[in-house]
């Protein structure tokens, strides 16, 4: 279903004076037109205006684009529970970060060697997997970047498990860099802040580790200090890797926030209105391990 978006300059007077104006504005419709009044009003609530005055919509379009919020305005979702996964497949020789080696997956018991260990006409499969903890979609906890932060075995699951969650989608930007102002019109206290670059388009490709998008230090200073709970990305990490320093990953640790990289199908979530899971082994001395990251969506009641 082809899905449209308007693409308009406006103007906004306030009644107490002063006025503000936006250029190549854009926002999700539903079909494929809509009425200058009902744009003026999509503004004034999604910019949160008070005391208006007189509005003009100029050099309005219809382009055919993928929506931004998944969610179109005014249409309610479903009743239900729907679960959406945000996690890649792990595959044996897959790599997921150059330098780190890929996964083996293979039998440790196979259906045909346990004829020998039970009944006729019962088998049963063992698998073994031999690879790093930085593989696939995965949560990296305190211990990942500092010797006495807490590891896996006692990161808390309320910072893990069941968490708000909104998707910062900034898919198309210009440049790398993702700073604090992406974050600024959204509400991310004691939320899981997924970020949407949607840089997952080049997993399993070369492109997927070079020139992907990241978080700079003042974004996740910005993050910590607004208290989200958790980070995510859909990219292949959430520092810039051209440099040796991880000030994000120093930053959200530091504070007890964890990082999932690696997530996918970020835009198959609304922007808010769902909780987000990514919960891994309870494993003692380790800082990072693959989750099966994904989210829940609130049913309308």
Same mark, same amino acid.
């Given at each position: ?10 103007? &906004? ?20 037109? $809509? ?8 503004? $004034? ?61 293979? !039998? ?17 499969? &063992? ?105 995510? &990305?859909?990219?292949?990490?959430? !520092? ?62």
């Amino acid at each position: 279903m082809l899905e449209h978006r308007a693409v308009f300059d406006f103007e &906004i007077d306030f009644s107490n004076g002063g006025a503000i104006q936006g250029q190549g504005f854009r926002l999700d419709i539903d079909g494929n037109e $809509i009425g200058d009044d009902e744009l003026v009003a999509y503004i $004034i609530r999604d910019l949160r205006l008070l005391m208006v005055g007189e509005a003009r919509i100029l050099n309005k379009c219809i382009v055919t684009e993928a929506h931004k919020r998944r969610v179109a305005h005014g249409r309610p979702m479903e009743a239900g529970r729907v679960l959406i996964d945000l996690s890649h497949t792990i595959e044996s020789g897959m790599v997921t970060y150059k330098g780190l080696p890929a996964p083996l997956i293979c !039998d440790h018991l196979s259906y045909v060697a346990s004829y020998e260990v039970y009944a006729d006409g019962t088998e049963f499969q &063992i698998g073994r997997i031999d690879m790093v903890a930085n593989t696939g979609t995965y949560v990296d906890v305190p211990s990942h970047r500092y010797r006495d932060g807490d590891d896996l075995a006692h990161a808390p699951l309320d910072r893990l498990s069941a968490l708000p969650g909104v998707v910062v989608r900034v898919s198309g930007m210009s440049g790398r860099a993702i700073d604090w102002q992406a974050f600024a019109a959204t509400d991310v206290a004691s939320k899981a802040i997924l970020v949407q670059t949607d840089w997952d388009r080049h997993w399993r490709t070369d492109q997927y580790f070079e020139g992907h998008p990241y978080l700079t230090a003042e974004a996740s200073t910005y993050l910590r200090d607004q208290g989200a709970l958790l980070v995510g &990305i859909d990219s292949l990490n959430i !520092d810039d890797t051209d440099s040796n320093e991880r000030p994000v990953h120093s930053t959200l640790l530091a504070a007890g926030i964890p990082i999932v990289e690696h997530l996918t199908n970020l835009g198959a979530l609304p922007v808010s209105g769902f909780t987000f899971n990514a919960v891994p082994p309870k494993v003692a001395g380790m800082g990072t391990f693959p989750v099966r990251a994904h989210a829940v969506l609130d049913p309308m009641t």
